[in-house]
């Protein structure tokens, strides 16, 4: 995929995986934003945050644990993709502040450690 994928074009790769599973697609860049799609029924579900420059390594590993723990908690599949890419952003805008000659060391998950813990202690369990 490119970032001038179109909607049918991303409708078709998931489609070709030809899984019983929920198939997402992640890093797709649009409108200024970087997100994940995925499909409900015929429609393309996108979930995006705000696209920063540079590089950060670590954010399809954060994406995938952070998902992986909020289906853990049975949050419906849509939340729990927005809860991911919300903590994935959050990760990239503390690192963000940090040198770049730091970004090789990973991301600062200081701040969406903070937000997992509050929710998995049901300080913070409303769904997004």
Same mark, same amino acid.
């Given at each position: 995929m490119t970032e001038q994928s179109t909607d049918?074009?991303?409708i078709a790769a998931i489609q070709a995986?030809?899984?019983?599973a929920t198939v997402i697609i992640t890093g797709v860049k649009r409108d200024g934003g970087i997100g994940s799609c995925f499909l409900r029924g015929d429609k393309l579900i996108w979930i995006s945050s705000p696209i920063l420059p540079g590089?950060? +390594?670590g954010t399809g590993d954060l994406?995938?644990?952070l998902l992986g723990g909020y289906l853990n908690f049975e949050m419906n599949f849509e939340s729990a993709v927005k809860r991911a890419v919300?903590?994935?952003?959050?990760?990239v805008v503390q690192t963000n502040h940090r040198p770049t000659s730091d970004?090789? +060391?990973g991301l600062d998950?200081?701040?969406t450690l903070y937000d997992v813990a509050r929710f998995t202690l049901?300080?913070?369990r409303e769904e997004v």
């Open positions: 049918d074009q991303l995986c030809d899984t019983k590089h950060f +390594y994406f995938a644990a919300f903590g994935t952003y959050e990760a970004r090789k +060391y998950l200081t701040k049901g300080q913070n």
